[in-house]
């Protein structure tokens, strides 16, 4: 459904608007009109509030510059704590400036007042009059607004006019310590990465994050660059905590992903409390880290009518009061108070259902630049897609060069343009040296001074002779510690570690092109192989003999009409369709309770994950035996679902376990083909074992009572090693509270 909006009256506002056609207030028409004045996106018109054309869009707009401030304040689209606690970041001395200006006024003010005046009144402007009057802007006017608010990181020019630095993100489809540190290598070969270096975990357990948080610590240490920029292993926040507890001193700046609202959040296992909390215990020098992106809030069904620029600017809202408790509590602690606090903006992660195409990925990106600058936040982003998207290869970089007016913090940088465990789109280390090129832009200086000690740039910043090179970046490493052995030796065990990364399925990019901003021709042709991969494997059908060649595989589809409504309408594949429905009901009266573990197989969006040779056999055949090993009493079926998504398995977990009053634990283990465009097509487990009551509540079921292991395949975590571990954890959820979701829900 799309908001068609009748012809406006001259000085009507939105407020007059509602009350015109509804005889009163209506909450619905006014969220209804709000997300009318976004630029198209298909988010907004899943949940029925995009415009239904141009027209309805610009009377949206109009309303919108019509209405003043304080008007909107006194209608929030929706209210939960989240709303009040941001809040508390919120100066009512400075909002008094601006609250009975219009809209209009406000969109005037940001785009042509000295930017003095402009900082002077950004802590007083709340979360949703900023949401709206981004609402306003062509895409030009965002570059112009991004391009005149900076706000740096404590003590650095990360985040400053001119400067455009990077997060090094070297992640492993099996969090090999040598993967992630060649990749370093790899990056300040090309002098890229000053900001963090932040890894994505595969597994969220306490001993593999607290590996991953060594090895970067290492390096960091070892190069002496520990006070200049933080590491970071991206998994839930309570685990990163745990490390820290176990391991003092290993942990570097804390990351969370955050929602928009109180429902959203609680999907991460976030709660306001917790986040006080943790923000309270960021006394030393550095603080938190956050990651966002439009559409996670509707996607996660927690969007309570309102559209994904609202949402968005309300976790900028979070992030703004949380840095203010950071800074409460370094005072506290006798410090200076100077939060390193900074946002990360994931646009395009989730796939076409928040949006499609190169140009609304632009629009995002600036829309999400200025909604955190005007948050007086330091605001990084991820100019990612996924293969599912209409976005390519090269079109990633016309994005970037987009982008690069409105001066995000931060970009991305991974050694080619195509994560090799999160199997998706975003930047590369030579699409950082073509930018800094054509934009005469920097990095923060005390890393431009470490990569002239390095010797791959000059005291010009021109690139030397080691530019590119990782090995050059080994050697000075070993001489840290101490190694005397020649530079010829120390070459040569490079060769044979980068060798055994690259085996792995890791990509690294030595040397260049005619350009240093271009890739190797080899590499770019496999990143280029990768891609055409990727798009087979999203369009291909777990075939009828794979099925058939399951032990005990009972069929089940969902409601998606075929791949494409799949792929393009998430939501189809989440939910059974009424045949499926009654199968399961059926199965559970067949069973009549003699088993509590159930496995579930979809085939996700890389079926071929499930159907090469040495894959989804091993795995079950493994699982089935440690998971009885442990006191599990697994069912003799395997339900395997078409077009089925991670949802769709909570919902057979229903159908089969759900019984209120039984505190018993029900497990089952769902089993997905992973995004494709990583080479390795793998797939993933998701464990989730609640007990039967708690299966039996609608909802109650989701990514935050669930553990993952992901990148199962032959070439990065083996199948037999991943069903034991999945015994494993289940074995602890017989007897602990459920644990958090340990990687990213994508499919």
Aim: charged share 25%; with cysteine.
């Amino acid at each position: 459904m799309s908001v068609c909006l009748p012809d406006v009256l001259p000085h009507e506002d939105v407020i007059d608007y509602v009350q015109r056609l509804s005889s009163g207030f209506d909450a619905r028409l006014y969220q209804q009109v709000l997300g009318a004045a976004n630029a198209f996106k298909e988010g907004d018109e899943a949940i029925g509030v995009a415009a239904a054309d141009e027209d309805s869009r610009r009377n949206a707009r109009t309303l919108l510059s019509r209405t003043r401030l304080d008007e909107l304040h006194a209608h929030p689209p929706f209210e939960d704590r989240l709303y009040v606690f941001n809040l508390e970041a919120w100066d009512a001395a400075r909002w008094k400036r601006v609250a009975d200006w219009t809209l209009g006024r406000l969109k005037g003010f940001l785009l042509t007042a000295p930017v003095s005046q402009v900082h002077d009144v950004l802590d007083g402007l709340p979360s949703d009059v900023i949401a709206c009057v981004v609402k306003l802007m062509d895409d030009a006017e965002l570059k112009t607004v991004g391009g005149r608010i900076f706000h740096p990181l404590p003590g650095s020019r990360v985040g400053a006019k001119g400067y455009l630095s990077a997060r090094l993100q070297p992640n492993s489809p099996t969090d090999h310590p040598e993967d992630i540190r060649w990749q370093v290598f790899n990056g300040w070969s090309f002098a890229v990465g000053d900001v963090v270096l932040g890894t994505n975990p595969v597994s969220s357990d306490v001993a593999s994050v607290a590996a991953v948080e060594s090895a970067l610590h290492d390096v960091l240490v070892t190069f002496g660059l520990e006070e200049v920029m933080p590491h970071c292993v991206l998994s839930h926040i309570d685990v990163q905590a745990q490390v820290e507890a176990t391991r003092p001193g290993t942990t570097g700046i804390w990351f969370q992903s955050l929602g928009g609202n109180e429902a959203a959040n609680r999907t991460f296992d976030v709660t306001l409390e917790k986040m006080v909390a943790h923000a309270a215990a960021r006394t030393g020098r550095w603080g938190l880290y956050f990651e966002t992106g439009q559409g996670a809030d509707a996607t996660n069904g927690h969007h309570h009518g309102t559209d994904m620029l609202i949402h968005e600017s309300r976790k900028y809202g979070f992030a703004r009061a949380l840095k203010r408790r950071v800074a409460l509590a370094q005072a506290g602690a006798g410090r200076d108070a100077a939060p390193w606090v900074h946002v990360n903006d994931v646009a395009g992660f989730i796939g076409p259902e928040v949006f499609r195409t190169r140009e609304q990925l632009v629009r995002c990106c600036l829309e999400d630049i200025v909604m955190g600058k005007l948050h007086g936040l330091t605001l990084g982003l991820d100019v990612c897609s996924t293969l599912h998207m209409d976005v390519t290869l090269d079109d990633l970089g016309w994005c970037q060069e987009q982008l690069a007016e409105a001066g995000p913090a931060y970009l991305m940088a991974l050694p080619t343009r195509n994560d090799p465990m999160l199997s998706y789109l975003t930047t590369s280390f030579q699409d950082h040296v073509r930018l800094r090129e054509r934009y005469g832009l920097k990095v923060d200086d005390r890393m431009w001074a470490f990569f002239q000690r390095l010797g791959v740039i000059d005291a010009d910043g021109r690139p030397t002779k080691h530019f590119g090179d990782p090995a050059h970046v080994y050697v000075h490493f070993r001489r840290a510690k101490g190694d005397t052995r020649t530079e010829a030796e120390l070459r040569a065990e490079a060769e044979a570690k980068m060798a055994e990364v690259r085996a792995r399925g890791v990509p690294l990019a030595v040397g260049h092109g005619e350009a240093p901003w271009t890739l190797e021709p080899a590499l770019e042709r496999e990143v280029r192989g990768l891609y055409d991969d990727g798009k087979v494997g999203l369009w291909s059908e777990l075939s009828d003999a794979a099925v058939e060649s399951i032990p005990g595989a009972a069929r089940l589809k969902t409601r998606s009409l075929d791949r494409r409504d799949y792929i393009l309408h998430p939501p189809s594949g989440e939910s059974l369709d009424e045949a499926s429905e009654a199968a399961v009901r059926a199965l559970r009266e067949r069973h009549a309770g003699r088993y509590d573990a159930q496995v579930v197989v979809s085939d996700g969006l890389d079926p071929r994950s499930l159907m090469d040779e040495g894959h989804l056999a091993p795995f079950l055949a493994r699982l089935r035996a440690e998971l009885e090993a442990t006191g599990w009493r697994v069912a003799p079926e395997v339900l395997v679902v078409k077009h089925g998504r991670v949802r769709a398995g909570y919902q057979v977990g229903q159908l089969l376990f759900g019984a209120e009053g039984d505190l018993r634990p029900r497990a089952l283990v769902h089993v997905i083909g992973e995004r494709p465009g990583s080479g390795h097509h793998a797939f993933s487990a998701y464990l989730t074992a609640p007990d039967a009551d708690t299966w039996a509540k609608p909802g109650a079921v989701d990514h935050d009572r669930t553990r993952l292991i992901a990148g199962i395949s032959d070439t990065s975590v083996r199948p037999e090693d991943a069903a034991v571990e999945s015994a494993r954890i289940l074995a602890e959820a017989r007897t602990s509270a459920p644990s958090v979701v340990s990687g990213v829900a994508w499919v």
